[in-house]
Protein backbone atom coordinates (compact mmCIF):
# COMPACT_ATOMS: atom_id res chain seq x y z
CA UNK A 1 0.00 0.00 0.00
CA UNK A 2 1.56 3.66 -0.98
CA UNK A 3 -0.64 5.36 1.77
CA UNK A 4 1.52 6.18 4.99
CA UNK A 5 -1.79 6.78 7.07
CA UNK A 6 -5.19 6.44 6.78
CA UNK A 7 -7.52 9.68 6.40
CA UNK A 8 -8.86 11.01 9.72
CA UNK A 9 -12.61 9.92 10.30
CA UNK A 10 -12.70 12.37 12.88
CA UNK A 11 -15.41 14.86 12.03
CA UNK A 12 -15.25 18.42 13.37
CA UNK A 13 -18.30 20.47 12.22
CA UNK A 14 -16.62 23.30 13.49
CA UNK A 15 -13.53 23.07 11.58
CA UNK A 16 -15.80 21.97 8.31
CA UNK A 17 -17.48 25.11 8.63
CA UNK A 18 -14.72 27.25 8.54
CA UNK A 19 -13.45 25.53 5.82
CA UNK A 20 -16.38 25.58 3.72
CA UNK A 21 -16.61 29.69 4.71
CA UNK A 22 -13.00 30.05 2.94
CA UNK A 23 -13.74 27.97 0.09
CA UNK A 24 -16.91 29.58 -0.77
CA UNK A 25 -14.58 33.21 -0.38
CA UNK A 26 -12.48 32.07 -2.48
CA UNK A 27 -14.61 30.85 -5.14
CA UNK A 28 -16.53 34.24 -5.28
CA UNK A 29 -13.38 36.24 -5.60
CA UNK A 30 -11.39 34.28 -8.09
CA UNK A 31 -12.62 30.81 -9.45
CA UNK A 32 -10.08 28.56 -9.22
CA UNK A 33 -10.84 26.46 -12.13
CA UNK A 34 -10.85 27.42 -15.20
CA UNK A 35 -14.16 28.76 -16.70
CA UNK A 36 -14.92 29.30 -20.47
CA UNK A 37 -15.59 33.30 -20.66
CA UNK A 38 -15.29 35.56 -23.48
CA UNK A 39 -16.89 38.77 -22.82
CA UNK A 40 -15.50 39.89 -19.38
CA UNK A 41 -17.09 41.75 -16.51
CA UNK A 42 -15.58 44.91 -18.61
CA UNK A 43 -17.23 44.66 -21.10
CA UNK A 44 -14.15 43.61 -23.47
CA UNK A 45 -14.20 40.84 -25.62
CA UNK A 46 -11.68 37.83 -24.93
CA UNK A 47 -10.83 34.92 -26.76
CA UNK A 48 -10.86 30.89 -26.66
CA UNK A 49 -9.30 28.07 -28.58
CA UNK A 50 -12.56 26.21 -28.78
CA UNK A 51 -15.29 28.83 -28.56
CA UNK A 52 -14.20 32.22 -30.45
CA UNK A 53 -15.34 30.53 -33.62
CA UNK A 54 -18.77 30.48 -32.09
CA UNK A 55 -18.90 34.04 -31.08
CA UNK A 56 -17.52 34.97 -34.09
CA UNK A 57 -20.88 33.52 -35.91
CA UNK A 58 -22.93 36.35 -33.99
CA UNK A 59 -24.22 38.98 -36.06
CA UNK A 60 -24.97 42.82 -34.79
CA UNK A 61 -28.85 42.03 -34.40
CA UNK A 62 -28.31 38.29 -32.68
CA UNK A 63 -25.97 40.17 -29.63
CA UNK A 64 -28.94 43.34 -30.00
CA UNK A 65 -31.66 40.60 -29.11
CA UNK A 66 -29.43 39.39 -26.47
CA UNK A 67 -29.52 42.05 -24.70
CA UNK A 68 -32.59 42.80 -25.39
CA UNK A 69 -34.06 39.57 -23.99
CA UNK A 70 -32.09 39.68 -20.94
CA UNK A 71 -33.69 43.20 -20.59
CA UNK A 72 -37.21 41.71 -21.11
CA UNK A 73 -36.92 39.18 -18.48
CA UNK A 74 -35.21 41.30 -15.86
CA UNK A 75 -38.22 43.65 -16.18
CA UNK A 76 -40.93 41.10 -16.47
CA UNK A 77 -39.14 39.45 -13.15
CA UNK A 78 -39.93 42.93 -11.26
CA UNK A 79 -43.19 43.14 -12.67
CA UNK A 80 -44.01 39.70 -11.19
CA UNK A 81 -42.57 40.55 -8.20
CA UNK A 82 -44.93 43.59 -8.07
CA UNK A 83 -48.09 41.30 -8.80
CA UNK A 84 -46.96 38.89 -5.77
CA UNK A 85 -46.44 42.18 -3.54
CA UNK A 86 -49.93 43.26 -4.33
CA UNK A 87 -51.49 39.87 -3.75
CA UNK A 88 -52.45 38.95 -7.16
CA UNK A 89 -49.75 36.31 -7.54
CA UNK A 90 -49.27 33.72 -4.57
CA UNK A 91 -45.91 33.32 -4.68
CA UNK A 92 -43.09 34.49 -7.31
CA UNK A 93 -39.42 32.65 -8.42
CA UNK A 94 -36.93 35.23 -9.05
CA UNK A 95 -34.44 35.39 -12.01
CA UNK A 96 -32.71 38.49 -11.70
CA UNK A 97 -28.84 37.63 -12.08
CA UNK A 98 -29.23 34.43 -14.34
CA UNK A 99 -30.24 36.27 -17.60
CA UNK A 100 -27.21 35.77 -19.11
CA UNK A 101 -27.36 31.71 -18.15
CA UNK A 102 -31.01 31.74 -19.14
CA UNK A 103 -31.05 33.34 -22.69
CA UNK A 104 -27.61 32.58 -23.94
CA UNK A 105 -28.68 29.00 -23.53
CA UNK A 106 -32.05 28.99 -24.32
CA UNK A 107 -31.18 31.17 -27.41
CA UNK A 108 -28.62 28.19 -28.76
CA UNK A 109 -31.46 25.51 -28.78
CA UNK A 110 -33.39 24.98 -32.23
CA UNK A 111 -36.89 24.83 -32.22
CA UNK A 112 -36.90 20.91 -32.65
CA UNK A 113 -34.92 20.29 -28.72
CA UNK A 114 -37.12 19.86 -26.27
CA UNK A 115 -36.04 21.86 -22.95
CA UNK A 116 -37.05 20.54 -19.27
CA UNK A 117 -36.76 23.58 -17.40
CA UNK A 118 -37.41 23.89 -13.12
CA UNK A 119 -39.23 26.34 -11.86
CA UNK A 120 -37.19 29.51 -12.19
CA UNK A 121 -36.05 29.55 -16.23
CA UNK A 122 -38.46 32.33 -17.29
CA UNK A 123 -35.72 33.51 -19.53
CA UNK A 124 -35.52 30.41 -21.57
CA UNK A 125 -39.44 30.14 -21.70
CA UNK A 126 -38.96 33.77 -23.31
CA UNK A 127 -36.63 31.78 -26.02
CA UNK A 128 -38.97 29.48 -26.53
CA UNK A 129 -41.85 31.89 -27.29
CA UNK A 130 -44.18 30.74 -24.40
CA UNK A 131 -46.43 33.55 -23.19
CA UNK A 132 -45.20 35.09 -20.15
CA UNK A 133 -48.62 35.73 -18.81
CA UNK A 134 -49.59 32.20 -19.29
CA UNK A 135 -46.47 31.18 -16.90
CA UNK A 136 -47.86 33.11 -13.97
CA UNK A 137 -50.66 30.95 -14.12
CA UNK A 138 -49.48 28.52 -11.95
CA UNK A 139 -47.94 31.17 -9.45
CA UNK A 140 -51.40 32.50 -9.24
CA UNK A 141 -52.94 28.95 -8.54
CA UNK A 142 -55.26 28.72 -11.28
CA UNK A 143 -53.45 26.43 -13.01
CA UNK A 144 -51.53 23.14 -12.81
CA UNK A 145 -49.47 23.94 -15.48
CA UNK A 146 -49.70 26.99 -17.62
CA UNK A 147 -49.13 26.39 -21.05
CA UNK A 148 -49.04 23.52 -23.67
CA UNK A 149 -45.69 21.75 -23.75
CA UNK A 150 -46.23 20.70 -26.95
CA UNK A 151 -46.85 23.76 -28.34
CA UNK A 152 -43.06 24.54 -27.84
CA UNK A 153 -41.02 21.77 -26.56
CA UNK A 154 -40.79 23.31 -23.25
CA UNK A 155 -41.63 21.02 -20.64
CA UNK A 156 -43.98 22.58 -17.42
CA UNK A 157 -42.17 23.82 -14.48
CA UNK A 158 -41.21 20.83 -12.07
CA UNK A 159 -41.21 22.26 -8.68
CA UNK A 160 -40.08 18.57 -7.03
CA UNK A 161 -36.10 19.38 -7.10
CA UNK A 162 -34.58 16.97 -9.98
CA UNK A 163 -37.27 15.04 -10.76
CA UNK A 164 -37.39 16.55 -14.43
CA UNK A 165 -33.49 15.35 -14.55
CA UNK A 166 -34.41 11.36 -15.47
CA UNK A 167 -37.55 12.27 -17.45
CA UNK A 168 -34.81 14.65 -19.53
CA UNK A 169 -33.11 11.63 -20.27
CA UNK A 170 -35.15 9.22 -20.73
CA UNK A 171 -37.38 11.77 -23.53
CA UNK A 172 -33.21 11.93 -24.92
CA UNK A 173 -33.27 8.35 -25.17
CA UNK A 174 -36.74 8.22 -26.70
CA UNK A 175 -35.35 10.28 -29.57
CA UNK A 176 -32.31 8.57 -29.97
CA UNK A 177 -34.95 5.36 -30.81
CA UNK A 178 -37.06 7.11 -32.86
CA UNK A 179 -34.22 8.28 -34.97
CA UNK A 180 -32.28 4.89 -35.07
CA UNK A 181 -36.14 3.69 -36.19
CA UNK A 182 -36.39 6.38 -38.82
CA UNK A 183 -32.98 5.81 -40.59
CA UNK A 184 -33.23 2.21 -40.02
CA UNK A 185 -36.90 2.66 -42.31
CA UNK A 186 -35.13 5.20 -44.63
CA UNK A 187 -32.58 2.65 -45.85
CA UNK A 188 -35.58 -0.37 -45.41
CA UNK A 189 -37.71 1.74 -47.96
CA UNK A 190 -34.94 3.16 -50.47
CA UNK A 191 -35.18 6.23 -49.29
CA UNK A 192 -32.07 6.39 -47.25
CA UNK A 193 -29.68 9.82 -47.99
CA UNK A 194 -33.18 11.53 -48.69
CA UNK A 195 -34.08 14.78 -46.64
CA UNK A 196 -34.91 14.17 -42.78
CA UNK A 197 -35.72 15.57 -39.79
CA UNK A 198 -33.22 17.32 -37.94
CA UNK A 199 -31.43 15.57 -35.38
CA UNK A 200 -32.80 16.73 -31.76
CA UNK A 201 -31.60 16.59 -28.58
CA UNK A 202 -32.67 17.40 -25.06
CA UNK A 203 -31.62 19.95 -22.62
CA UNK A 204 -32.37 19.80 -18.98
CA UNK A 205 -31.84 23.01 -16.50
CA UNK A 206 -31.13 22.20 -12.43
CA UNK A 207 -29.78 23.73 -9.72
CA UNK A 208 -26.61 23.51 -7.86
CA UNK A 209 -28.63 22.59 -4.53
CA UNK A 210 -30.77 19.78 -7.09
CA UNK A 211 -27.23 18.17 -8.11
CA UNK A 212 -27.15 16.58 -4.46
CA UNK A 213 -30.38 14.80 -5.44
CA UNK A 214 -29.59 10.80 -6.21
CA UNK A 215 -31.86 11.55 -9.09
CA UNK A 216 -29.69 13.49 -10.90
CA UNK A 217 -26.39 10.78 -10.02
CA UNK A 218 -29.25 8.54 -11.72
CA UNK A 219 -29.56 10.42 -14.92
CA UNK A 220 -26.11 10.60 -15.66
CA UNK A 221 -25.42 7.26 -15.15
CA UNK A 222 -28.23 6.14 -17.97
CA UNK A 223 -27.16 9.49 -19.94
CA UNK A 224 -23.07 7.94 -20.38
CA UNK A 225 -24.41 4.07 -20.50
CA UNK A 226 -26.75 5.13 -23.47
CA UNK A 227 -24.83 8.12 -24.98
CA UNK A 228 -28.10 9.70 -24.72
CA UNK A 229 -28.59 13.19 -26.56
CA UNK A 230 -28.62 15.50 -23.63
CA UNK A 231 -27.09 18.55 -22.07
CA UNK A 232 -27.36 18.84 -18.25
CA UNK A 233 -27.21 22.38 -17.77
CA UNK A 234 -26.44 23.15 -14.24
CA UNK A 235 -27.13 26.71 -13.10
CA UNK A 236 -24.66 27.18 -10.42
CA UNK A 237 -26.61 30.24 -8.30
CA UNK A 238 -24.25 29.55 -5.68
CA UNK A 239 -27.72 29.50 -3.29
CA UNK A 240 -29.61 26.46 -2.20
CA UNK A 241 -32.21 28.85 -0.52
CA UNK A 242 -30.25 29.11 2.64
CA UNK A 243 -27.86 26.59 2.00
CA UNK A 244 -24.22 27.89 0.25
CA UNK A 245 -22.92 25.65 -3.48
CA UNK A 246 -20.25 24.63 -1.45
CA UNK A 247 -21.96 22.42 1.01
CA UNK A 248 -23.28 20.65 -2.14
CA UNK A 249 -19.66 19.83 -3.84
CA UNK A 250 -15.91 20.38 -2.80
CA UNK A 251 -15.40 20.02 -6.57
CA UNK A 252 -16.40 22.65 -9.11
CA UNK A 253 -19.82 21.10 -10.05
CA UNK A 254 -18.55 20.60 -13.89
CA UNK A 255 -15.78 18.28 -12.27
CA UNK A 256 -18.47 15.15 -11.38
CA UNK A 257 -19.13 14.67 -15.47
CA UNK A 258 -15.79 12.91 -15.31
CA UNK A 259 -16.31 10.37 -13.00
CA UNK A 260 -19.62 9.58 -15.63
CA UNK A 261 -17.50 9.52 -18.69
CA UNK A 262 -18.67 12.54 -20.02
CA UNK A 263 -17.30 16.14 -20.77
CA UNK A 264 -18.28 18.61 -18.03
CA UNK A 265 -17.46 22.38 -18.80
CA UNK A 266 -17.56 25.32 -16.53
CA UNK A 267 -18.40 28.62 -18.21
CA UNK A 268 -19.16 32.31 -16.80
CA UNK A 269 -23.03 32.41 -16.12
CA UNK A 270 -23.03 35.86 -16.59
CA UNK A 271 -21.22 36.51 -19.79
CA UNK A 272 -24.03 35.74 -22.72
CA UNK A 273 -21.64 35.32 -25.13
CA UNK A 274 -19.77 32.69 -23.75
CA UNK A 275 -22.80 30.79 -22.50
CA UNK A 276 -24.63 30.55 -26.11
CA UNK A 277 -21.22 29.45 -27.62
CA UNK A 278 -20.77 26.71 -24.72
CA UNK A 279 -24.00 25.48 -25.54
CA UNK A 280 -24.46 25.55 -29.05
CA UNK A 281 -21.56 23.40 -28.89
CA UNK A 282 -22.87 20.77 -26.68
CA UNK A 283 -26.62 20.50 -28.24
CA UNK A 284 -24.56 20.27 -31.43
CA UNK A 285 -22.36 17.36 -30.43
CA UNK A 286 -25.43 15.67 -28.70
CA UNK A 287 -27.61 15.69 -31.61
CA UNK A 288 -24.08 14.23 -33.81
CA UNK A 289 -24.61 11.24 -31.41
CA UNK A 290 -21.53 12.17 -29.36
CA UNK A 291 -23.53 11.78 -26.22
CA UNK A 292 -24.49 13.73 -22.67
CA UNK A 293 -22.24 17.34 -21.66
CA UNK A 294 -22.81 19.10 -18.35
CA UNK A 295 -22.46 22.58 -18.32
CA UNK A 296 -21.82 24.56 -15.13
CA UNK A 297 -23.17 27.96 -15.49
CA UNK A 298 -21.18 30.21 -12.83
CA UNK A 299 -23.83 32.79 -11.37
CA UNK A 300 -25.88 34.43 -8.68
CA UNK A 301 -28.98 34.29 -7.62
CA UNK A 302 -29.09 38.64 -6.89
CA UNK A 303 -32.48 38.25 -5.38
CA UNK A 304 -34.41 36.39 -2.24
CA UNK A 305 -34.91 32.50 -3.72
CA UNK A 306 -38.21 33.22 -3.69
CA UNK A 307 -40.70 36.04 -2.23
CA UNK A 308 -41.41 33.75 0.48
CA UNK A 309 -37.44 34.33 1.36
CA UNK A 310 -35.05 36.92 3.08
CA UNK A 311 -31.58 36.79 1.67
CA UNK A 312 -30.33 39.11 4.25
CA UNK A 313 -30.75 36.12 7.05
CA UNK A 314 -27.78 34.21 5.99
CA UNK A 315 -25.66 36.21 3.44
CA UNK A 316 -23.72 39.10 3.49
CA UNK A 317 -24.32 42.28 1.20
CA UNK A 318 -20.77 42.06 0.28
CA UNK A 319 -21.11 39.07 -1.70
CA UNK A 320 -24.15 40.16 -3.48
CA UNK A 321 -22.22 43.35 -4.43
CA UNK A 322 -19.35 41.39 -5.46
CA UNK A 323 -21.99 39.77 -8.23
CA UNK A 324 -23.33 43.12 -9.18
CA UNK A 325 -20.30 44.30 -10.19
CA UNK A 326 -20.16 41.26 -12.94
CA UNK A 327 -23.63 42.20 -13.85
CA UNK A 328 -24.63 40.45 -17.31
CA UNK A 329 -26.96 43.33 -18.71
CA UNK A 330 -24.31 46.07 -18.02
CA UNK A 331 -20.92 43.95 -19.63
CA UNK A 332 -23.16 43.33 -22.95
CA UNK A 333 -24.16 47.36 -23.14
CA UNK A 334 -20.80 48.29 -22.69
CA UNK A 335 -19.38 45.91 -25.26
CA UNK A 336 -22.55 47.06 -27.68
CA UNK A 337 -21.82 50.83 -27.02
CA UNK A 338 -18.21 50.19 -27.57
CA UNK A 339 -18.43 48.61 -30.82
CA UNK A 340 -20.75 51.26 -32.22
CA UNK A 341 -23.60 48.49 -32.26
CA UNK A 342 -25.97 50.22 -30.11
CA UNK A 343 -27.03 53.77 -28.84
CA UNK A 344 -29.31 55.56 -26.50
CA UNK A 345 -32.37 54.84 -29.04
CA UNK A 346 -31.72 51.07 -29.17
CA UNK A 347 -31.65 50.97 -25.16
CA UNK A 348 -34.61 53.36 -24.55
CA UNK A 349 -36.80 50.98 -26.95
CA UNK A 350 -35.67 48.01 -25.38
CA UNK A 351 -36.79 50.08 -22.09
CA UNK A 352 -40.09 50.69 -23.90
CA UNK A 353 -40.90 47.43 -25.20
CA UNK A 354 -40.05 46.04 -21.60
CA UNK A 355 -42.63 48.53 -20.14
CA UNK A 356 -44.59 46.89 -22.70
CA UNK A 357 -44.52 43.54 -21.42
CA UNK A 358 -44.99 44.58 -18.09
CA UNK A 359 -48.59 45.92 -18.94
CA UNK A 360 -49.28 43.31 -20.76
CA UNK A 361 -48.73 40.66 -18.23
CA UNK A 362 -50.16 43.24 -15.38
CA UNK A 363 -53.20 43.34 -17.26
CA UNK A 364 -53.44 39.78 -17.88
CA UNK A 365 -53.03 38.76 -14.69
CA UNK A 366 -55.69 40.62 -13.03
CA UNK A 367 -58.24 39.68 -15.67
CA UNK A 368 -57.22 35.65 -14.65
CA UNK A 369 -60.36 33.80 -14.03
CA UNK A 370 -60.48 31.84 -10.78
CA UNK A 371 -61.37 28.41 -11.44
CA UNK A 372 -64.05 26.13 -9.32
CA UNK A 373 -62.56 24.81 -6.73
CA UNK A 374 -64.92 21.72 -7.61
CA UNK A 375 -62.75 21.04 -10.35
CA UNK A 376 -59.83 20.39 -8.23
CA UNK A 377 -62.31 17.72 -6.93
CA UNK A 378 -63.47 16.64 -10.35
CA UNK A 379 -59.64 15.98 -11.15
CA UNK A 380 -58.43 13.55 -9.03
CA UNK A 381 -59.28 10.66 -10.66
CA UNK A 382 -60.78 9.28 -13.75
CA UNK A 383 -64.45 8.14 -12.64
CA UNK A 384 -66.24 8.93 -9.56
CA UNK A 385 -64.49 8.06 -6.44
CA UNK A 386 -66.71 7.66 -3.22
CA UNK A 387 -63.77 9.08 -0.60
CA UNK A 388 -63.29 11.94 -2.95
CA UNK A 389 -67.07 12.58 -2.66
CA UNK A 390 -67.09 12.31 1.00
CA UNK A 391 -64.60 15.41 0.90
CA UNK A 392 -65.97 17.07 -1.52
CA UNK A 393 -69.30 17.10 0.62
CA UNK A 394 -67.31 17.56 3.75
CA UNK A 395 -65.59 20.68 1.95
CA UNK A 396 -69.30 21.90 0.80
CA UNK A 397 -70.41 21.69 4.60
CA UNK A 398 -67.46 23.40 5.84
CA UNK A 399 -68.06 26.70 3.21
CA UNK A 400 -71.39 27.13 3.75
CA UNK A 401 -70.14 28.02 7.48
CA UNK A 402 -68.86 31.40 6.11
CA UNK A 403 -71.59 32.34 3.97
CA UNK A 404 -73.53 34.42 7.44
CA UNK A 405 -69.88 35.53 7.53
CA UNK A 406 -69.93 37.00 4.05
CA UNK A 407 -73.21 38.04 4.35
CA UNK A 408 -72.29 40.14 7.04
CA UNK A 409 -69.54 41.23 5.28
CA UNK A 410 -71.22 42.57 2.03
CA UNK A 411 -73.98 44.66 4.52
CA UNK A 412 -70.81 46.26 6.80
CA UNK A 413 -69.30 46.91 2.96
CA UNK A 414 -72.77 48.70 1.98
CA UNK A 415 -72.47 50.19 5.31
CA UNK A 416 -69.48 51.80 4.51
CA UNK A 417 -70.29 52.81 1.34
CA UNK A 418 -73.48 54.39 2.39
CA UNK A 419 -71.50 56.60 4.70
CA UNK A 420 -69.31 57.10 2.63
CA UNK A 421 -71.96 59.01 -0.52
CA UNK A 422 -73.69 60.64 2.47
CA UNK A 423 -70.12 62.33 3.48
CA UNK A 424 -69.73 63.09 0.13
CA UNK A 425 -73.23 64.73 -0.28
CA UNK A 426 -72.83 66.62 2.65
C1 LIG B 1 -37.12 17.03 -3.57
C2 LIG B 1 -37.22 18.41 -3.00
N1 LIG B 1 -36.58 18.70 -1.85
C3 LIG B 1 -36.66 19.94 -1.32
C4 LIG B 1 -37.40 20.91 -1.95
C5 LIG B 1 -37.49 22.32 -1.34
N2 LIG B 1 -36.69 23.26 -2.14
C6 LIG B 1 -37.27 24.03 -3.09
S1 LIG B 1 -36.15 24.98 -3.89
C7 LIG B 1 -34.88 24.39 -2.96
C8 LIG B 1 -33.47 24.86 -3.22
C9 LIG B 1 -33.00 24.50 -4.58
O1 LIG B 1 -31.75 25.08 -4.86
P1 LIG B 1 -31.06 24.93 -6.26
O2 LIG B 1 -31.19 23.55 -6.78
O3 LIG B 1 -29.68 25.47 -6.13
O4 LIG B 1 -31.93 25.84 -7.24
P2 LIG B 1 -32.22 27.41 -7.12
O5 LIG B 1 -33.48 27.55 -6.33
O6 LIG B 1 -31.04 28.04 -6.50
O7 LIG B 1 -32.45 27.87 -8.53
C10 LIG B 1 -35.33 23.46 -2.03
C11 LIG B 1 -34.48 22.76 -1.05
C12 LIG B 1 -38.06 20.57 -3.15
N3 LIG B 1 -38.78 21.44 -3.85
N4 LIG B 1 -37.94 19.32 -3.66
MG1 LIG C 1 -29.03 27.34 -6.54
Redesign the pocket.
Known sequence: MGATHLPSTEFDGTEMDDQLEAEAEAQLGDPAEPMVQLLGPDGTLGSDPVFSKYAEKLDPDTLRGFYADMAKIRRFDVEATALQRQGQLALWVPLTGQEAAQIGSGRASQPQDYIFP?Y?EHGVALTRNVDLAELLRQFRGVSNGGWNPKDTNFHLYT????AQTPHAVGYAMGIQRDQKLAAANAVASGEAGQAVEPNAAVMVY?????SS?GDVHESMVFAASYQAPVVFFC?N?H???SVPSSVQTRIPLANRAKGYGFPGIRVDGNDVIAVHAVTEWALERARDGHGPVLIEAFTY?VGA?TTADDPTKYRGSAEEGLWRAKDPLARLEKYLRAEGLADDSFFEQVRADGDELAAYVRKTTHDLETPDIRTAFANTYVEAHPLVAEELAWFEEYSAGFADEATADEASAEEADTVQTDRAAR
Open positions: TRLVLAFGDGAEQNWAIRH
